[in-house]
């Protein structure tokens, strides 16, 4: 009886290590929060020509735009893990000023949730402040936390 | 060409516009480039004038007033550095249009500003700013050009520095008045000192050059990247 037990938590604790390590593994944490930034790169120099009345506001492909950036903007900060500062413009400062960089993030994820509303509004002002507040916000992390 | 020992014309108007409008243009392309977000539309703006001034002074250097060509001013490294020790031996020989030190600066900052400029063409920040240039060539070369206008900056920023603070040690420390002519135009000659006038371009010529160099930087920005 006592054996089994042995074996149980052997068994238990050997599952345990190996579900942590199939989290996602450093190559593809940079992967995705690379394809993520990607898309957004695409969406928001969207919304952005729109705003600098570089192409028509469509109000159709604005909201869909805004949809894409509001949802992508928050995949990538799961995705700074552990080992992932290899091949990657992201700075080591990431993980030594992660509150700092956290903050950062937040606080773009925040702007880019607002955009789906602000299209929907219709309100012209509003869409070039939030365009450029978003754009801002991007900008305050690469500034810091990004290789030139 | 006359002789007068009383005010002495230094810098055309031409020549005036010019450094005051970079001035105030490298100052908004720094701020705008900083702030970022809506700003970035204007940051790419106030470049494209930049460039268009840089073309023109460029221009001017071989056909404007005397006091502004590269061969008026441009002079070999002994030169320099006798004037330099000059300076530092406490006397400062009476000069009109820039000194030999002070034209390699110029040359410098000329030099890098094109560069910035020129970059900035192809730069892309990877939020939603292109420069006009950027679609026409390999994401590795945008990428390079992209660092090299970033890395730059400070160039420019230790550039503009210097720059000033040479300015403001000869005309507090010296004595020098450099910031009167640069806004006059002219200088006072020591008593006793007969400097001849140097030849004058024609004002004319240089709207003619600005609006080239313009319409240059037009076809450039705007034109060519057409799809």
Redesign the interface.
Known sequence: MKRVAIVAIILAATAFTVRAQQQVKPENQIKYRKAA?TLM?LN??S???M??DKKPFDKDEAARNAEFVALLSTVPKNYFGEGTDKDTKAKPEIWTHRADFDAKMDKMVGEAAKMPAVVRSGDMAAF??E??????A??AC?DDFRA? | MSFTSGRIRVWDLPTRIFHWALALLVIFSFTTGK???????WHLKSGYAILALLVFRVAWGFAGSHSARFAAFLRGPRAAIGYARGILGGGHPFTTGHNPLGGWMVMFMLAILILQASTGLFAD?????QGPLAAGVSNAFVERM??IH??NEWAIVAAVALHVTAVAAYQWGLKVDLLGPMVRGWKTAPPGLAQVEPARASSLLAVVIAAAAAALVYWLVVVYPRP
Not at chain 1, 131 to 136: I, N, S, T
């Open positions: 930034y790169n928001y120099s919304l952005a020509a705003a600098e070039k402040k365009v450029g507040d978003l754009g801002a991007c900008k690469h030139k | 702030v970022g977000g809506g700003w970035m539309q920040d990877e939020i939603a700013t992209t660092m970033k890395y």
